[in-house]
């Protein structure tokens, strides 16, 4: 029987065989309970090209301080920073990585933020 860490893991695994066949960028997610994590890879898998996360001092500030990144606005707000700099690195496409976490809450949120600011994937 698999661990419910284990479980996630062997999901994350078959996207990423998918997404690297594809050869394009791709936008990996991570989340914790108190924060979550946003980078943008290169379609070799070589290189990070962005990343935002909740736990940078400056975006800690704006949410209001340590134990707010937790939640389904902090994701919306890393959502928006992660295509900003992921356009700024020009990276335009991507593909979504949800690392085996369910689409749903704050990976969700994050998702629609970073479609809402003009990443296509």
Do not use: C, P
């Not at 994590?37 to 070799?44: K, L």
């Not at 979504?96 to 296509?120: E, M, P, S, T, W």
């Amino acid at each position: 029987m698999l661990t419910k860490k284990e479980q996630r893991l062997r999901r994350s695994r078959q996207t990423r065989i998918r997404i690297a066949a594809q050869g394009v960028a791709r936008l990996t997610v991570n989340r914790t309970n108190l924060h979550i994590y946003a980078s943008v890879i290169s379609g070799d898998g070589t290189k990070v090209l962005a990343t935002a996360s909740t736990a940078q001092a400056e975006v800690r500030k704006s949410l209001g301080g340590a134990g707010k990144g937790g939640n389904a606005a902090a994701a919306q707000t890393i959502g928006k920073l992660i295509a900003e700099k992921a356009r700024a690195a020009g990276v335009e496409k991507v593909a979504f990585d949800r690392a085996g976490f369910a689409y749903h809450g704050r990976v969700k949120a994050l998702a629609d933020a970073a479609r809402a600011a003009g990443l296509q994937f």
